[in-house]
């Protein structure tokens, strides 16, 4: 007995069995056979009955024809997640590859099982995905531990592919192992071609060796998308259209070329121009027009061809072709017949006749594609004989073809004069028959003609009959139709009558069963009210027993009530004591209000004058720090000013500021020198809408740094006395004044404060100016020298000074500005109003 094994997975087969054969015994075998799952996936069925019953369970299956159908179906369903995973994993976008026009053609699934041998080729069995055959080929190097995958097609075709490759446990179909998808294109050549995997050391330890079983069996599956370039073919098929070539021809390049046409129905006689575009490294030009006759010209021009020389020859042939914007198989194309030559008398060659413009609508877009296919050729020199042969034999093919082409229509033009006379005597005879046999229906219809007469007359009679008996079932029709309408009009008052009485029923049902309704409630009702009567009497009784209980509670309340009227009596005298208690305690508050005001406005003074203090201390403690020269000078003025500064990380900042006292401006510039210490630059400018009448100054300074908040936490340095101020010589940089770690470190001696604190210090400078005494050397002669003309200065010149500090006499100096606007000294740009008068 055969039985038929139905394996999803792996294919139908037959198995042999005995008709002594158990369920068990056969479960064994089949397991035995091909299906790869255990016993108790096997479910036996009757072929006969295969919807309705169940799997056969007694021992022995004699006298029955038996299918076996092998449970596979969770199984199947991690095999189908798996394939829907390896397709996920596949560009979703199915017709762009890498920027390629591409048709999807055919897709398909492939899986073995393969032992796996180190340094060992193991290969697939050939498989067929679409019209493609197909290899896998492995390969294991123990050496440098690298897995190769080979993916080998056998068909000698172009086509390009997506793919990705699975691999999985045999036993376990939870353990497996998706690789990255891939793309390859096949290109035509007689051998087979290959796409090479390579799977690193790394991967394949952490990827591939933990699928590995005891024996080292796996499964490998494999997805194909196969895909052609549609657009590749079209070329082919416009470069299939060129003649071949001359035989002293040798093709050299070739280029192809697009041309997007937005509106073909705009273009007229006047026709429009390409972009200008480089095929064989030369420019060219495109013109397509519509011409008075009704056909579409094409012209193809070198650019600037005059420019070319005069002994340059640029052999070519062309296609051209009219294509669809949506579809790449609906065009017009046309080929030359000639290679063309192109030189510096002949720029050009045109397309006279390429379609009729009517034509222009098979193409069904208005938004066309003009393609060219140029072939340039390098065409070998020949002598004048040969040229004058070919020249000859051309005319000579010419005139043959001509001469082929009138023999041809003499041929025709006989052959057809021939079977036109043929045809006409054949016609005459048949007219000549035809003729008689019209005589003689002519005079059949003449006696026809008498007989329809007679025929006539007595249909005209019947005629009227038919009409008067019209009329007459006419009359008896519109009766029988108010007949009709009356009983229509009976039947439905009828009906009408029917439906009220039937409503009239239901409303006297309905009202049987609300009476059946209202009779039980009632019976109900008498019950509770005999129920209520009682519960009544008792009530009654035990009202009386509350009324005189209710008269002892009256006598009660009423005591109450005189207790409750001499309360609320005192409680309204309380009341109004305690509106007293409460305007008195309002007063005091508005008191005490007045006097924390005034005690906080003495706070505020007391603190302005403890600042005034404190900055008198500081500015005395500042003024005991500097330095006098002695009974050699007076004191004449002092300054103290002060800068609130934000401190940047590293004294990055150069601070700078101005001041103005005793008639001098003074600059001060506070700067990092890049080290340890912080640096002061200190220079005057004479102000003179502010000078008063005063001799040369001295000046000496402190310099300060403290805390914003606290004028205890400071520093401060005194310098040595300043030089004399004098104009020329105004200007002092002080170096090294105070160290920056002093300034960011917690000093013990200022409570433990910091003199600057949240980036922000106030820079003070205490300024002490003194002017020499009246002694005896004030009869000395100061000699000045002007450097422009080398005469000493007497009291009646006049001198100027430059803002750079050097004296001229002024005339020597305004002559000089006229021709350079600088000092003659130190090339300072000065201008005419940078001079400054001086007098003795």
Excluded at 722 to 748: A, C, T
Aim: hydrophobic share 30%; with cysteine; aromatic share 12%.
């Amino acid at each position: 007995m055969n039985i038929i094994i139905k394996n999803i997975y792996d294919g139908d087969f037959i198995l042999n069995a005995n008709e002594e054969d158990t369920i068990e015994q056969l479960k064994l075998r089949i397991k035995g056979e091909k299906c790869i799952l255990p016993e108790n996936q096997i479910l036996i069925y009757n072929y006969k009955h295969l919807d309705n019953e169940k799997p056969l369970s007694y021992y022995s299956i004699k006298n029955y024809s038996v299918i076996c159908l092998v449970n596979i179906e969770n199984e199947k369903e991690k095999d189908n997640e798996h394939i829907l995973k390896l397709k996920n994993t596949i560009e979703n976008d199915n017709e762009t590859i890498n920027n390629m026009k591409l048709d999807l053609k055919d897709q398909g699934y492939y899986e073995f099982e393969f032992n796996f041998e180190e340094n060992k080729d193991i290969f697939s069995s050939e498989f067929k995905i679409g019209s493609y055959k197909w290899k896998v080929q492995l390969l294991y190097y123990s050496s440098i531990e690298k897995l190769y995958i080979y993916l080998r097609n056998i068909n000698n075709e172009e086509f390009m592919i997506k793919s990705n490759i699975l691999i999985r446990n045999k036993d376990n179909l939870d353990q497996y192992v998706l690789l990255q998808p891939f793309s390859y294109y096949y290109y035509n050549t007689e051998n087979e071609k290959d796409y090479k995997k390579d799977i690193s050391k790394k991967d394949f330890k952490s990827l591939i060796q933990p699928l590995l079983g005891k024996n080292n069996k796996l499964i490998m599956g494999i997805y194909i998308y196969i895909y052609i370039d549609s657009k590749a073919n079209y070329i082919n098929k416009l470069k299939s259209l060129i003649p071949q070539n001359e035989n002293n021809c040798v093709l050299e390049n070739e280029g192809y070329y697009e041309w997007t046409i937005d509106n073909i129905n705009e273009v007229d006689k006047y026709g429009i121009e390409s972009p200008k575009f480089i095929l064989n490294n030369e420019e060219w030009l495109i013109m397509f027009y519509k011409d008075w006759n009704g056909y579409v010209k094409i012209q193809l021009q070198k650019w600037n061809f005059f420019n070319m020389p005069s002994n340059r020859n640029l052999y070519f042939n062309c296609v051209f072709s009219l294509q669809s914007e949506n579809s790449n198989s609906c065009y017009v194309a046309k080929a030359l017949p000639l290679i063309q030559c192109v030189n510096k008398n002949n720029g050009c060659i045109e397309f006279d006749k390429f379609i009729k413009t009517q034509d222009l609508s098979l193409l069904k877009t208005e938004k066309i594609i003009l393609n060219l296919y140029l072939c340039f050729y390098n065409k070998q020199p020949s002598s004048k004989e040969n040229f004058i042969k070919i020249k000859e034999n051309q005319n000579s093919k010419i005139k043959e073809s001509e001469e082929q082409k009138k023999i041809e229509k003499e041929r025709m033009e006989k052959w057809e004069n021939e079977a036109e006379k043929e045809i006409i005597k054949n016609e005459k005879d048949a007219l000549k028959k035809e003729r008689e046999i019209i005589y003689q229906k002519e005079s059949e219809l003449r006696a026809e003609k008498e007989i329809i007469y007679q025929k006539e007359n007595e249909l005209r009679a019947e005629k009227e009959n038919i009409c008067q008996k019209k009329n007459e079932l006419k009359v008896e029709n519109e009766i029988i139709c108010q007949k009709k309408n009356e009983l229509k009009v009976e039947n439905e008052i009828i009906c009408q009558k029917k439906n009220e009485l039937k409503a009239e029923n239901e409303i006297i049902c309905k009202k049987k069963n609300e009476l059946k309704v209202e009779k039980e409630n009632i019976w109900i009702k008498e019950n509770e009210i005999k129920d209520e009567c009682e519960k009544l009497v008792k009530e009654k009784l035990q009202l009386i027993k509350e009324k005189t209980l209710l008269e002892c509670e009256k006598k009660d309340i009423r005591n109450i009530k005189l207790e409750l009227e001499k309360i609320k009596k005192d409680f309204n005298s309380q009341k109004i004591n305690m509106n007293n208690e409460r305007n008195e305690l309002i007063n005091e508050l508005k008191a005490k209000e007045f006097y924390i005001k005034e005690c906080e406005d003495q706070i505020s003074q007391l603190n302005n004058k403890n600042t005034e203090l404190k900055t008198e201390q500081y500015k005395n403690e500042i003024y005991k720090l500097v330095k006098s020269k002695g009974t050699e000078v007076k004191n004449y003025k002092n300054d103290y000013f002060e800068w609130d500064i934000d401190y940047c990380h590293n004294f990055q900042n150069i601070f700078s500021s101005e001041i103005i006292t005793s008639g001098y401006k003074w600059k001060i510039k506070l700067y990092n020198d890049q080290d340890e210490y912080l640096s002061l630059k200190f220079y005057s400018v004479p102000y003179f809408s502010l000078a008063e009448e005063m001799d040369f100054n001295f000046a000496s300074c402190v310099i300060s740094i403290r805390n914003m908040n606290d004028f205890s936490c400071f520093i401060a340095k005194a310098p040595d006395l300043l030089q004399h101020m004098k104009i020329g010589n105004n200007s002092v940089k002080l170096k090294k004044l105070f160290k920056k770690e002093d300034l960011l470190k917690i000093n013990p001696k200022f409570n433990n404060n910091y003199i600057i604190e949240n980036n922000v210090f106030v820079l003070g400078i205490y300024i002490h100016l003194y002017e020499y005494k009246e002694v005896e050397q004030k009869n000395e002669v100061i000699s000045i020298e002007c450097p422009i003309c080398l005469e000493k200065a007497s009291k009646d010149t006049k001198l100027s000074v430059t803002i750079c500090g050097h004296v001229f006499c002024k005339t020597c100096i305004n002559e000089f500005l006229k021709f350079r606007k600088s000092c003659p000294i130190c090339r300072k740009n000065i201008k005419i109003n940078n001079i400054f008068d001086i007098f003795f």
